[in-house]
């Protein structure tokens, strides 16, 4: 009786939480309407277009002056010849994203969460940007301290013998939906640190400090909407892991196209 009553308590929970997920995604789909709450996230997508442009034109007019050290320095000599470019290039965009994520993309995401919380009623002041600058050195340590978490969780799934992933397509699932679970976790502790810091004034680890806190206090909530996210993007990342299969089926400029869709 007394077990029948909890189930029925956790079931009853999920759902104020699945209804606070849902009402912030529907809040951020209804601010996409006005396009100045996205120019930093946008500025930042056309980062990532300018780098994969660059990663794929090693041998390509004025371009190579720039690509073809950059290729050489994230793929080696092998990736400035055709077709081995294309099938290096996931992993040269994905090591080089690392960066521009750490430096554009903290502060950019400074910038629009500030301009997030002057749509919702917050007095973020006249210049949003200049104070996602200001905390700039606060924000690139927190972001890279995230994802280094990130990049150490993953490294976990190399633990598992390569026999067993290969024999077994349980055991192949197995690990890419528990690396999934922790992945989502870690994001879930942090997604809140950018706020501390752009808004209170927090420094790096009291931003940490009281982002783990509220995602203590909304646990489902939060794990709902950063699952969703690490969801949507999976079926694209799993595709990027493939590049052999889809090379092999395919042209190899198709990976570039994916990586395209994927930013």
Same mark, same amino acid.
Request: charged share 10%; glycine share 10%; net charge positive.
């Given at each position: 009786?007394?077990?029948?009553?909890?189930?029925?308590?956790?079931?009853?929970?999920?759902?104020?939480?699945?209804?606070?997920?849902?009402? %912030?995604?529907?809040?951020?789909?209804?601010?996409?309407?006005?396009?100045?709450?996205?120019?930093?996230?946008?500025?930042?997508?056309?980062?990532?277009?300018?780098?994969?442009?660059? /990663?794929?034109?090693?041998?390509?007019?004025?371009?190579?002056?720039?690509?073809?050290?950059?290729?050489?320095?994230?793929?080696?000599?092998?990736?400035?010849?055709?077709?081995? /470019?294309?099938?290096? /290039?996931?992993?040269?965009?994905?090591?080089?994203?690392?960066?521009?994520?750490?430096?554009?993309?903290?502060?950019?995401?400074?910038?629009?969460?500030?301009?997030?919380?002057?749509?919702?009623?917050?007095?973020?002041?006249?210049?949003?940007?200049?104070?996602?600058?200001?905390?700039?050195?606060?924000?690139?340590?927190?972001?890279?301290?995230?994802?280094?978490?990130?990049?150490?969780? %993953? !490294?976990?799934?190399?633990?598992?013998?390569?026999?067993?992933? =290969?024999?077994?397509?349980?055991?192949?699932?197995?690990?890419?939906?528990?690396?999934?679970?922790?992945?989502?976790?870690?994001?879930?502790?942090?997604?809140?640190?950018?706020?501390?810091?752009? =808004?209170?004034?927090?420094?790096?680890?009291?931003?940490?400090?009281?982002?783990?806190?509220?995602?203590?206090?909304?646990?489902?909530?939060?794990?709902? !909407?950063?699952?969703?996210?690490?969801?949507?993007?999976?079926?694209?990342?799993?595709?990027?892991?493939?590049?052999?299969?889809?090379?092999?089926?395919?042209?190899?400029?198709?990976?570039?196209? /994916?990586?395209?869709?994927?930013?």
């Amino acid at each position: 009786m007394i077990r029948g009553r909890r189930e029925g308590k956790n079931i009853v929970n999920w759902f104020p939480s699945l209804g606070v997920a849902v009402w %912030a995604w529907r809040g951020a789909i209804a601010l996409s309407r006005r396009p100045a709450i996205w120019l930093p996230l946008l500025g930042v997508t056309a980062l990532q277009g300018a780098l994969l442009l660059l /990663l794929t034109s090693p041998h390509r007019g004025g371009l190579s002056v720039l690509a073809l050290p950059l290729v050489r320095l994230l793929g080696g000599e092998a990736a400035t010849h055709y077709p081995i /470019l294309y099938y290096a /290039l996931p992993t040269m965009f994905f090591r080089a994203n690392l960066v521009l994520s750490a430096l554009a993309g903290s502060i950019a995401g400074g910038a629009a969460t500030l301009l997030f919380a002057r749509a919702f009623g917050y007095d973020a002041g006249r210049s949003p940007y200049r104070r996602a600058w200001r905390s700039a050195p606060a924000l690139i340590v927190t972001t890279a301290l995230t994802l280094g978490l990130l990049l150490g969780l %993953a !490294a976990l799934a190399t633990l598992v013998p390569g026999e067993w992933t =290969l024999r077994s397509g349980a055991v192949r699932w197995g690990v890419r939906g528990a690396m999934m679970v922790l992945l989502i976790v870690v994001q879930s502790l942090f997604v809140y640190a950018t706020a501390w810091i752009v =808004l209170k004034g927090h420094g790096i680890w009291p931003a940490v400090r009281d982002s783990v806190r509220v995602t203590a206090r909304t646990l489902l909530p939060t794990l709902i !909407a950063v699952g969703v996210s690490a969801l949507l993007h999976f079926p694209f990342s799993f595709a990027s892991g493939r590049v052999d299969l889809i090379a092999g089926k395919l042209k190899p400029e198709v990976i570039a196209g /994916l990586l395209a869709v994927q930013i």
